[in-house]
């Protein structure tokens, strides 16, 4: 299943697009999860750098697959440099002479090992021929090499004294300048003026981040010390996620959320240089091998977007011209998001794509210094007018629309015409009227966003059930705005593999061995103020230790970590707390999720992805993986509170669009769980179910 989209939003709007300095390809990471990713928060491009397990082949694989968006790396974390062989320097100055890679990294130096991300600890001293050999190699081609190297008493002198006797190579060094203090990364930067810091794994959320010296003190705010040092030299800093697994993109989002209100506390051109100028400054001698040159020759010298219609695809397809070398490029149209690079292709495939015209817009910048154009191509051969009726094959109407309604006396002739694909759970919208200033739109609907042209569409993320959205389209001309507002009520009908009937849907028990439970309490139970949505399968006192697995194929999106204490029959007088995991899984039907609650030892394939859970007093949802897992794979080992011998685990099932009875929205829609499994399973479980609290309503058992 593809992931989901997540609630964060891209780091900050800037003038420029938005570059992470320093991220990695490790297995897993396929070009269409890093695609997902870098579009879900809204990342243009992406440094990668190969770790152990992966190559430079495949950076370069992901980046043929990505042309504009990823930038090429030659991996450090390899045999070669972490066994120093001087032969792995051959290679990397080959590899160079190709002219494919734009960036070296992550070279390490004094390295801190992190077992959960199957990184060992090294150290290795700058001063040998062979970091000097790199150091020479970023100077000779232009290079930007990024150094992890642990900021130290003993470590910084020798680093310093390398690096001043290399002073035309483009060193960025990891991490805000190793974990520095601002003012041990002051005294470097202004000896080296071509060193550089970057951001990488610095968020609140990463142990990483919090540990040593942190550059935020909180998800809202920087250090102070640091922002001063970032406001004073800001060419000095560029904007790094540190993604270094795959379950990283997978919660891209999760790393990068508590970004944005501290960018937005920098000024205007410091963010702009941070988030991705810097970067394309230090590239500026270097062209990616997927993108074609520029020359100085020929015509137009002025920049173009040129562009071409094929009728018979369809699809229009469109080249930059007159750019500058090391300018990044950015497109975008009323048919299609945006790009970077310097093509442009873009199927009309959709009906909101079937217009009578194609505008595209190219922007070329140079640091905070940025151009525009504009191209437009008649398409009216294959136009259509939206239609708000369509239905589809699947008995009934699958769309639905609404007629706007204006906020605004002064323009009654806009209007945002709207549609939804309730199959597709897809939002189609086209501005009409108007005066031909610009457009801007935005929606209630979670995690929808703002779009600025012609056309918004959206679709909406998998799980989510709404029955209305408000879509507000505002134009402007200079500082006079106006609105519109266009109502879409909905009728989804759920997506995926779902049955005609739930009955004996789960396979597999989660306890090989009914026997051993020796209660079971029904879901919805309300226990005085607590409304308690799964059910529970109690066992013996001080049989904690049991195999808990999954009873049909799922996928594991969100997790809990917290705090809670039990002291049954005065087995932990001393009230010590313990730590308890939640999960919850997605099926492959929308809209039908299960949880589990009270697990104390995870599984080794789920436990890594709590790495970054902080564990909380409240239970608290987090969104994790996701994590794709077969019917009957183990989801712990240990369940409860062995320090007491409360020997329990919480089970529910859940129908967001109620096919089948539920307690209802206060219980998160909880379901009967019985008749999920098979029907004698179902008979054990209702002879050992207790009743000590009323259950909601009376739909269970």
Excluded at 527 to 534: A, M
Aim: hydrophobic share 40%; glycine share 8%.
């Amino acid at each position: 299943m593809a992931p989901t989209s997540t609630a964060a939003a891209t780091p900050v709007a800037s003038e420029i697009p938005v570059v992470d300095a320093h991220s990695h390809v490790a297995p897993g990471v396929s070009a269409e999860l890093l695609s997902w990713a870098l579009d879900d928060v809204g990342v243009d491009a992406i440094v990668l750098f190969a770790r152990r397990g992966s190559s430079n082949q495949d950076v370069l694989d992901i980046a043929e697959e990505l042309p504009g968006r990823v930038i090429p790396g030659i991996g450090f974390q390899q045999k070669g440099w972490l066994a120093q062989d001087s032969e792995f320097i051959d290679d990397v100055e080959r590899n160079l002479d190709t002219g494919r890679f734009q960036w070296m990294g992550e070279l390490l130096l004094r390295h801190y090992g992190v077992p959960e991300l199957d990184a060992d600890s090294y150290d290795f001293s700058p001063d040998t021929d062979l970091f000097r050999r790199v150091l020479d190699l970023s100077a000779r081609y232009g290079v930007p090499l990024t150094v992890h190297h642990e900021s130290e008493q003993e470590t910084r002198g020798l680093f310093k004294e390398v690096l001043i006797g290399h002073p035309e190579a483009i060193v960025v060094w990891a991490h805000w300048c190793g974990r520095s203090t601002a003012d041990e990364a002051r005294e470097f930067l202004e000896e080296l003026p071509n060193l550089h810091c970057d951001t990488g794994a610095s968020g609140v959320s990463r142990r990483y981040g919090r540990e040593k010296n942190p550059l935020f003190v909180s998800q809202l705010l920087w250090d102070p010390d640091w922002r001063d040092l970032i406001e004073e030299m800001p060419d000095r800093f560029l904007f790094a996620v540190d993604a270094v697994v795959a379950v990283h993109y997978s919660k891209y989002g999760n790393l990068i959320k508590e970004y944005p209100q501290a960018f937005d506390a920098l000024s205007d051109e410091v963010r702009s240089l941070m988030l991705g100028g810097n970067a394309l400054r230090l590239m500026s001698s270097v062209v990616s091998p997927f993108e074609a040159p520029t020359t100085t020759t020929g015509a137009p010298e002025e920049l173009a977007a040129i562009c071409t219609f094929d009728e018979s695809v369809p699809k229009i397809s469109c080249q930059a011209a007159g750019t500058t070398q090391g300018s990044q490029l950015r497109w975008e149209s009323n048919v299609y998001g945006w790009k970077t690079g310097t093509s442009y292709e873009v199927e009309l495939v959709e009906q909101y794509q079937l217009v009578p015209e194609v505008v595209v817009t190219l922007q070329e910048c140079q640091g905070s210094d940025c151009e525009l154009v504009t191209t437009k191509i008649d398409t009216s051969a294959i136009a259509q007018t939206p239609s708000t009726t369509e239905s589809g094959d699947y008995g009934g109407d699958t769309s639905t629309a609404d007629s706007p309604t204006s906020t605004t006396s002064e323009n009654a002739e806009l209007a945002a015409v709207c549609s939804f694909d309730n199959v597709q759970h897809r939002l189609t919208c086209e501005a009409s009227g108007g005066r031909g200033g610009s457009l801007a739109w935005s929606s209630d609907a979670p995690n929808f966003g703002t779009d600025a042209g012609l056309t918004y569409s959206r679709q909406l993320e998998w799980g989510l059930v709404l029955d209305r959205i408000e879509v507000n389209l505002e134009e402007c001309l200079g500082s006079d705005c106006s609105t519109v507002t266009s109502t879409v009520e909905l009728s989804l009908q759920p997506r995926g593999d779902c049955p005609n009937s739930f009955d004996g849907w789960l396979g597999t028990f989660p306890l090989s061995d009914l026997s051993v439970i020796t209660e079971v309490e029904a879901p919805a139970r309300i226990i005085g103020p607590v409304l308690e949505q799964p059910g529970i399968f109690r066992l013996p006192y001080w049989q904690n230790e049991v195999q808990i697995r999954l009873p049909i194929d799922a996928t594991l999106i969100y997790g809990l970590k917290y705090l809670l204490v039990s002291n049954l029959n005065d087995a932990n007088p001393d009230e010590v707390p313990d730590v308890q995991y939640g999960l919850r899984f997605e099926t492959e039907c929308e809209g039908l999720w299960f949880a589990f609650e009270h697990m104390y030892e995870l599984s080794p394939e789920i436990l890594p992805y709590f790495a970054d859970v902080p564990t909380q007093e409240a239970a608290t949802a987090h969104r994790i993986g996701p994590l794709a897992m077969s019917e009957g794979a183990l989801v712990g080992t240990s369940i409860g509170f062995p320090r007491d011998g409360n020997a329990f685990v919480a089970f529910g099932v859940f129908d967001d669009y109620e096919r089948v009875p539920t307690a209802g929205p206060d219980f998160i829609n909880a379901a009967c769980y019985y008749d999920f499994f098979s029907p004698g399973v179902a008979a054990q479980l209702r002879t050992k179910t207790v009743t000590r609290w009323p259950v909601a309503g009376d739909f269970c058992p």
